[in-house]
């Protein structure tokens, strides 16, 4: 018999049978994971088993391969800050949707899942959320193998008058640099390399920078899989409470 436990946020639930659920958690040590959970739709059990729970789990399987059973204990629920705000209900939906598509199964993430459990606490809080949420995204990116270069122009090697993301390799080009290549460039907005404090048109505009290497590098590394529809709605969400 196989057994760890761990610390987890809750990512997704799924019926499994009459009364059990298969859940797919996001821990600090095991990464994302899966396994059944014994009596998952009954009244004690339900309403603790909703996406962006903070858990403690056991999980024990005979064979590391097979897919296991979780036993949980809740520490703390995400879910009344989500339901009463639209943004942090987008959020929400947006952080789990992207980790159970990008992360690899079984394989730990140390710090993405710091910053993933501390956005996930921000939850709620709309005048931090976007911004908290935009450098999660770039840890995302970094942490999978896609990070940008933002410091200096790609070209000239300047670290001033940054103002385009080249789509092909994600570093930083400057005005001077791009020359007649600038309409085919990704915009730079401030906030995307470390500008401090922005308004929301602002980070939707930095989202719409990162959402392009989530899509067109990432995603088309794991099989070309399509971006979830939850990251859009919470960059419209975004910029609707803009």
């Not at 639930?13 to 095991?30: A, Y």
């Not at 140390?110 to 910053?115: E, F, I, V």
């Not at 970094?142 to 122009?153: H, I, K, N, S, Y």
Request: charged share 20%; aromatic share 6%; with cysteine.
């Amino acid at each position: 018999m196989i057994e760890w436990r761990d610390e987890a946020a809750l990512l997704a639930v799924r019926p499994f049978g009459e009364t059990s659920v298969i859940i797919e958690v996001f821990s600090q040590e095991h990464g994302r994971d899966a396994g059944v959970v014994r009596g998952g739709t009954s009244r004690k059990l339900a309403p603790v088993l909703q996406p962006g729970a903070q858990l403690s789990v056991t999980w024990k399987a005979r064979l590391e391969s097979h897919l296991g059973a979780f036993t949980v204990e809740p520490l703390r629920s995400r879910s009344a800050a989500a339901m009463g705000d639209r943004l942090a209900l987008a959020g929400l939906n947006a952080v789990c949707s992207l980790l159970s598509l990008v992360l690899p199964e079984r394989e730990a993430y140390p710090s993405l899942y710091h910053r993933t459990v501390g956005l996930l606490d921000l939850l709620g809080q709309g005048d931090l959320w976007p911004l908290a949420y935009l450098r999660w995204e770039q840890a995302l990116l970094e942490d999978m193998g896609f990070a940008l270069d933002l410091t200096r122009c790609a070209v000239t090697g300047a670290t001033d008058g940054l103002a385009y993301v080249s789509p092909k390799t994600g570093r930083a080009v400057s005005e001077a640099g791009a020359g007649e290549w600038a309409d085919r460039l990704l915009p730079l907005p401030p906030v995307l390399s470390g500008g401090g404090d922005a308004d929301n048109a602002e980070i939707v505009r930095a989202l719409g920078t990162t959402g392009y290497f989530i899509e067109k590098q990432l995603l088309r590394s794991l099989g070309d899989r399509p971006a979830p529809v939850a990251r859009q709605r919470l960059v419209e969400a975004i910029a609707r409470a803009g």
